[in-house]
């Protein structure tokens, strides 16, 4: 009965497991096996280079500034997405004015609320960047034309040109763009939160600021924690990529001032036929998002709270 147990789950185990080691494990071993390649990507010729290519990326200016995009994206991405997803989350569930049957309820009209948050994330991050790209326009777009209109003509940024402000930029495009899901998806916990607990609170006298850091917080702590890890894992791979490829110029901006490592991946592979030395910062940029992953799961992990 044991045997034919293990055969069973064994059976269900085997597809997957194969169909996850040839799409998944085999193209990262390939891609391992190619960083230490001399290819370019346009032939099937190539030689073993050893760790020529990895000597070449810790001595290249671009791949560091690249990193170093990627890395801040990482960080202040989900800090401030998240932060503002859960301000939102929390006014549009518990933040409203006591009424006459509830203790505990939303801001007026917070079910439009939530359909206007949601709505950029139906829409394409390539359309977004497009919009966004033609808003920062320093000659015909909205900003610096709402800028003249109010008197600060003086003041008209070159947005995407400047190098101090590109990437800056870039950010809040995607922190627009992604914010209304994680209000969506931190409303659906709050939720599920019983209503005692806030009404409990209140009549001891606690603030919303208090049952935030106290009750709401602390309960939807794994579901934070997991949307960190995601929103880290899109500011290092393929939103970022898209929103600096399509707004920018270059793409990559004035002295590589927007340049992120899934860019520079691409540019060296397709623009300069150099595929060995890619696959190469592309095992760079899986480190960097494996440590971001392990840190964040590492740093978040707290005992789990039931109710």
Same mark, same amino acid.
């Given at each position: $009965?044991?045997? %034919? ?5 064994? %059976? ?7 169909? @996850? ?12 096996? @190619? ?49 503002? /997803? ?12 006591? *009424?006459?049957?509830? /203790?505990?309820?939303?801001?007026? %009209? ?24 033609? /808003? ?23 947005w995407l040109g400047d190098p101090d402000l590109a990437l800056y930029c870039v950010m809040v495009v995607l922190i ?23 009404? /409990?609170?209140? !009549?001891?006298?606690?603030? *919303? ?19 960190? #890890? ?16 399509? $707004? ?11 340049? #992120? !490592? ?8 397709? *623009? ?36």
């Open positions: $009965m044991q045997h %034919g147990k293990y055969r069973f789950i064994v %059976g269900f185990l085997a597809a997957p497991l194969a169909l @996850y080691a040839i799409f998944v494990i085999w193209p990262f071993a390939q891609s391992i096996y @190619y960083s230490f390649t001399d290819w370019t990507g346009l032939s099937s010729d190539f030689q073993m280079v050893g760790f020529d290519n990895y000597s070449r990326m810790l001595d290249d200016d671009i791949f560091w500034k690249s990193l170093q995009h990627s890395v801040l994206l990482a960080l202040l991405l989900p800090l401030v997405t998240l932060g503002l /997803a859960l301000f939102f989350a929390f006014m549009l569930n518990v933040g409203g004015r006591r *009424r006459k049957n509830a /203790a505990v309820a939303g801001v007026r %009209g917070s079910a439009f609320y939530k359909i206007a948050y949601f709505f950029p994330q139906v829409l394409s991050i390539v359309i977004v960047a497009l919009l966004f790209q033609f /808003a920062f326009n320093p000659t015909s777009g909205m900003l610096n034309a709402t800028l003249k209109a109010v008197g600060l003509k003086s003041l008209q940024p070159d627009w763009s992604t914010v209304g899901f994680f209000v969506v998806l931190f409303s659906a916990g709050m939720a599920s939160i019983p209503k005692d607990f806030y009404e /409990a609170a209140l !009549l001891d006298g606690a603030s *919303r600021i208090t049952t935030f850091f106290k009750i709401t917080l602390p309960l939807l702590w794994d579901t934070v924690q997991s949307g960190w #890890v995601y929103m880290g894992i899109l500011a290092l791979g393929v939103e970022a990529f898209t929103a600096v490829q399509v $707004m920018t110029v270059g793409p990559g901006g004035p002295d590589y001032s927007t340049t #992120v !490592l899934p860019l520079y991946v691409y540019q060296t592979a397709f *623009r300069d036929a150099q595929a060995g030395y890619a696959t190469t910062i592309g095992v760079g940029l899986l480190i960097v998002t494996m440590l971001f992953a392990a840190i964040v799961m590492r740093l978040g992990r707290r005992e789990r709270l039931e109710f």
